[in-house]
């Protein structure tokens, strides 16, 4: 991958999740995205929750549970399973990107279970300008959750994360950046009659990545990690003894302050600059980025940052509601072996505009699982278009039945 290339993706990644600088004045009012870094940590690892329109949070506990809701593995059936799973990233935008991560659970008695994963984030081969030394970017992260029924209906669950971030450039201003976090996650479900079926109904909540910052030059600057809360509730509807419907929905919300904007900065600090002309003066960029580190944006705390981040947005309450994305999935089984899915996932366009629909199917036997998912976008210019996501699952309880038959 050349400089050019790199920069085009750094641009991808990160779009959505950095303030804007352009120059027109409509832009520097309406696109305000929330800034953090490592971003691979927002991105849905697992196919099954792909084809859903990244929906997760309440949905019937799999092996890919840790990523969105670790507090479901005490519902899972099985004793145990392990996943695979793989996503040839930004493929629109460039090759050689992917997503790898490896998930597993094991539960422990009827009422608790320990889970873990290990996710990787490669950003490909990297030429340095002209010449031909190569650098390999990559993020990673590795976590590990313990969960426990608290009742028949309802379990909680607590998980470690540490995470390790390397931009592939090593000297005294630029290092590798590492961070440790936790997550905190609740899950209910139960049951109601509508007409004479019974249905599962089921919430999930999830406060995730809640931890330290992370920092790229020895500690001088200090970025914030997505934070994020989760809420989601699902609804599985029984047709008959085979099929079955399951309708979901997740809210989600960054927990990351929103960062002062730039014409914020020009009307507090250069009143004689025209805000309200059609051009915005940008020779004040480096003033402005020492601005907010005088004004505390990058020395607010994790903890206080949470807090700030439901009241801060500069355009009031209406501006925090848009920093919600909503995520609806529908996911029809049959005899729990196939399945089809479908979904859609939406972002306000001042904060991203990643709006996408997916699709998915899966097949699933005793020993194994197959999953795959498929994003088609429905915003001009989104490097998420056409990205696809692949699972294998491995079931324990089916392994192990398979080899006592061979032992008979």
Not at 48 to 57: E, I, P, Q, S, Y
């Amino acid at each position: 991958m050349n400089n050019k290339k790199f920069i085009s993706l750094a641009l991808g990644c990160t779009v959505f999740a950095l303030g804007a600088n352009a120059q027109n004045k409509k832009n520097w009012n309406q696109l305000n995205p929330v800034h953090y870094a490592v971003t691979s940590l927002a991105l849905a690892p697992d196919a099954r929750a792909a084809g859903l329109g990244d929906v997760g949070a309440a949905t019937d506990p799999d092996v890919n549970s840790q990523y969105w809701n670790p507090a479901k593995y005490p519902f899972c059936i099985s004793r145990g399973g392990v996943s695979l799973n793989y996503t040839p990233w930004l493929r629109s935008i460039v090759e050689g990107i992917d997503l790898a991560n490896v998930t597993g659970y094991m539960r422990l008695g009827d009422y608790d279970a320990l889970s873990g994963s290990l996710r990787y984030f490669s950003l490909g081969d990297v030429y340095v300008g002209n010449t031909e030394d190569i650098i390999r970017p990559y993020e990673m992260a590795l976590d590990v959750a313990y969960s426990r029924m608290l009742s028949e209906t309802f379990s909680a669950a607590v998980a470690l994360r540490f995470i390790h971030s390397d931009l592939g450039t090593h000297d005294d201003e630029r290092t590798p950046g590492s961070a440790f976090a936790a997550d905190i996650a609740l899950y209910h479900n139960g049951y109601i009659n509508i007409g004479q079926r019974e249905c599962q109904l089921s919430w999930g909540l999830n406060a995730s990545n809640i931890g330290s910052k992370i920092s790229y030059d020895n500690g001088s600057t200090n970025e914030f990690i997505p934070t994020n809360l989760r809420l989601g509730m699902a609804l599985l509807v029984p047709i008959d003894e085979y099929n079955s419907i399951t309708l979901a929905a997740d809210a989600n919300k960054l927990m990351v302050p929103t960062m002062p904007t730039y014409i914020q900065y020009l009307e507090q600090e250069h009143p004689e600059v025209d805000v309200n002309g059609d051009v915005i003066d940008t020779q004040y960029q480096s003033d402005y980025n020492s601005w907010l580190q005088e004004e505390g944006y990058n020395n607010v705390s994790p903890i206080t940052g949470m807090f700030k981040s439901f009241s801060d947005a500069p355009g009031g309450f209406k501006e925090e509601l848009q920093e919600v994305q909503w995520s609806v999935g529908a996911e029809y089984s049959y005899n729990n072996q196939f399945f089809i899915r479908g979904g859609y996932h939406h972002e306000h366009p001042n904060k991203g505009n990643r709006k996408y629909f997916t699709v998915g199917a899966g097949f699933k036997m005793n020993v194994f699982s197959i999953d795959a998912g498929y994003v088609i976008s429905t915003a001009q210019s989104n490097p998420l278009d056409q990205t696809v996501r692949f699972s294998l699952a491995f079931d324990l309880d089916g392994i192990q039945d398979i080899l006592g038959k061979r032992r008979r």
